[in-house]
Nanobody, 121 residues
Framework: QVQLVESGGGLVQPGGSLRLSCGAS????????MAWYRQAPGKQRELVAT???????NYADSVKGRFTISRDNANNTVDLQMNSPKPEETAVYYC???????????????WGQGTQVPVSS
């Protein structure tokens, strides 16, 4: 089994900074993609940022220039640096990973349990 565990959530003021971290553990040969999603109250889950094993990075337009995703392939971790968050970005932030568990095997998608990030003064 594979587990994703997020940390670093909590209250942040608008214009402040917060760093989320996620670590993957378990039966892992390779992680192809790691990403952060978020789900605001009453809204659908949306993609925030992705990072592939080949260092290809993409951001939602709404966070470009403010959020930074970084990945440590050796340690199977992914962070999300949130700078100048806005109140409307209050959400539960989820870590996501596409994992290959054995050589030649298929990819499996996993989610973390989510970490709450309220953005408020």
């Amino acid at each position: 089994q594979v587990q994703l565990v997020e940390s670093g959530g909590g209250l942040v003021q608008p214009g402040g900074s917060l760093r989320l971290s996620c670590g993957a553990s378990g039966s892992i040969v390779r992680i192809d993609t790691m990403a952060w999603y978020r789900q605001a109250p009453g809204k659908q889950r949306e993609l925030v940022a992705t990072a592939t094993s080949g260092s290809v990075i993409n951001y939602a337009d709404s966070v470009k220039g403010r959020f930074t995703i970084s990945r440590d392939n050796a340690n199977n971790t992914v962070d999300l640096q949130m700078n100048s968050p806005k109140p409307e970005e209050t959400a539960v932030y989820y870590c996501y990973a596409v994992v290959v568990k054995y050589l030649g095997g298929p990819s499996w998608a996993y989610w973390g349990q989510g970490t709450q990030v309220p953005v408020s003064s």
